[in-house]
C-alpha cells in the first residue's frame, strides 16, 4: 500500500471515529456507571444563556443548584420565602427527566444575620436556633417533597483537622446541630437521600473526622445515604492515592459516594494546601493568572489527563458512586475565575468557554469506552 492510500485511509478512519465520538454524550457514556450532573444557575434555568441550555440537555442527567436553594435566597428575611428561582430549577430537571439535587439546607455561608440573632442582635437561645432550622428545614424540603431526589443536608461542618468547625450552628446548638438537621431532613421527606457535603475530604485528617461524624449519626439511627466529596481539585491534588483512600474509607463504612462539586484548577495555588476559603490579602498578580487569553495546549493535555485519571478511579469503584456532578457547565459558569483572587481566568471543566468540548471532555468519554 503506497503512502497516499494510507493517508487517505488514516484520514477517513479518524473522521469515522470523530463522527462516532461526538455522537456520545456524558450521561449515555457513564449509563451504566452512575449519574452525570452539572450546578446550573439562574441564568441557564431562565433561558437567558441558551448555550448552557443545550448543554446541560444534551450531556447531563442530573442538576444541583449553585445559590436557588441556599437560605440567603430562598428564605432572607423573617417569615419571608423566595421560592421563584427555585421553582423554577425543580421544573426545569422535571422538564427534562432530570435527576433534582437540592443544595443545601445548613452551611455557616450564604445564611443571613438574622437567623443567629434576636430583634436586638444578639446571639438567640439553642432552642429558638432549632426552632428556625426545623420550620426552614421543613418548609423548603416539604415543599418539594417527591420532587428533589436528594439534599445536601449540612455542608461544611468540619476543620481541615477534622474538629467540628466553630460556626454559629454550632457555637450556639452544640455538636448535634448536624444530627438535627438530618432529623428535620428526613420528617420532611422520609423518601428524599440525605447527604453530608464538605471539601478536602481526601486529606487524611479531615476524612478521618467526617468518617466520626457518620459514624456517630448512624450509630444514632440518623438516616446518612451518601457523603458529598466536592471535588474541587488542582491538577496534582488528591493524589490517585488519596482519592482511592477516601472512598474505600466511606465505602466500608456503609455509605454511597457522590462526587458533587467537580472541577480542576490549572492555576497556580495562592495557599501552601488546597482550599475553598478566601484569602482576603491576595492579589491578582501575572504570576496568579498565567493564562489570561487561552491555556497551552501543554496545559490541556495535562488536565485532560488528569480527569481520566479520575474518571477511571470513579468507575473502579463505581458500586458505591452515585453521581459525579461538575461544579459548572463550561469555564465562562465557574467560581474558579474570581476564587481566591478576584479577576483571573480558569479553565477547569470539560467545556471552553464557548462551550466547545475541550480535550479533557474527549479523554473522559474515552475512559468510559475503555472500562
Known amino acids: 500500500m503506497n503512502k497516499t492510500l494510507r493517508s487517505v485511509i488514516a484520514a477517513a478512519l479518524a473522521s469515522w471515529s470523530f463522527v462516532l465520538f461526538a455522537q456520545t454524550t456524558l450521561k449515555d457514556a457513564f449509563k451504566n456507571s452512575f449519574l452525570v450532573g452539572a450546578a446550573v444557575n439562574r441564568a441557564q434555568i431562565s433561558g437567558e444563556d441558551s448555550r448552557g441550555i443545550k448543554l446541560i440537555e444534551s450531556q447531563f442527567n442530573s442538576i444541583t443548584p449553585e445559590n436557588m436553594l441556599k437560605w440567603t435566597l430562598v428564605h432572607p428575611q423573617p417569615n419571608v420565602f423566595d421560592f421563584r428561582a427555585a421553582d423554577g430549577y425543580v421544573e426545569f430537571g422535571e422538564r427534562h427527566r432530570m435527576v433534582v439535587i437540592g443544595h443545601t439546607l445548613i452551611w455557616h455561608k450564604q445564611t443571613p444575620n438574622w437567623v443567629f440573632e434576636d430583634e436586638k442582635g444578639n446571639p438567640v437561645?439553642?432552642?429558638?436556633?432549632?426552632?428556625?432550622?426545623?420550620?426552614?428545614?421543613?418548609?423548603?424540603?416539604?415543599?418539594?417533597?417527591g420532587r428533589i431526589h436528594g439534599w445536601d443536608v449540612v455542608n461544611e461542618a468540619l476543620n481541615e483537622d477534622g474538629t467540628m468547625r466553630q460556626s454559629p450552628w454550632m457555637t450556639i446548638i452544640g455538636a448535634d446541630y448536624v444530627e438535627k438537621a438530618f432529623q428535620f431532613a428526613h420528617e420532611a421527606d422520609p423518601k428524599a437521600e440525605l447527604y453530608y457535603n464538605d471539601y478536602s475530604l481526601e486529606n487524611e485528617a479531615k476524612r478521618k473526622g467526617a468518617v466520626a461524624l457518620l459514624n456517630k449519626l448512624m450509630k444514632a439511627g440518623i438516616p446518612v445515604t451518601a457523603v458529598g466529596l466536592q471535588g474541587h481539585d488542582t491538577l496534582d491534588w488528591p493524589t490517585p492515592q488519596?482519592?482511592?483512600?477516601?472512598?474505600?474509607?466511606f465505602e466500608k463504612l456503609g455509605v454511597n459516594v457522590n462526587i458533587t462539586e467537580l472541577d480542576i484548577t490549572v492555576l497556580p495555588r495562592v495557599t501552601k494546601e488546597p482550599a475553598a476559603e478566601p484569602n482576603p490579602n491576595a492579589e491578582n498578580t501575572p504570576a496568579l493568572n498565567p493564562y489570561p487569553n487561552g491555556l497551552p495546549d501543554s496545559v490541556q493535555q495535562a488536565l485532560a489527563k488528569r480527569y481520566a485519571d479520575l474518571f477511571a478511579l470513579f468507575l473502579k469503584h463505581q458500586k458505591a458512586i452515585r453521581r459525579v456532578t461538575f461544579w459548572g457547565v463550561t469555564d465562562a459558569d465557574s467560581w474558579r475565575n474570581n476564587w481566591p483572587v478576584r479577576g483571573r481566568?480558569?479553565?477547569?471543566?470539560?467545556?471552553?468557554?464557548?462551550?466547545?468540548?475541550?480535550?479533557?471532555?474527549?479523554?473522559?468519554?474515552?475512559?468510559?469506552q475503555a472500562k
Request: net charge positive; charged share 30%; no cysteine.
Open 345 to 368: 481566568t480558569d479553565y477547569p471543566l470539560l467545556f471552553d468557554r464557548r462551550g466547545v468540548e475541550k480535550p479533557a471532555f474527549e479523554a473522559v468519554i474515552r475512559t468510559a
Open 125 to 145: 437561645t439553642r432552642d429558638l436556633l432549632l426552632k428556625r432550622m426545623r420550620d426552614h428545614i421543613h418548609t423548603v424540603v416539604g415543599r418539594y417533597q
Open 242 to 249: 488519596q482519592q482511592d483512600e477516601s472512598i474505600v474509607a
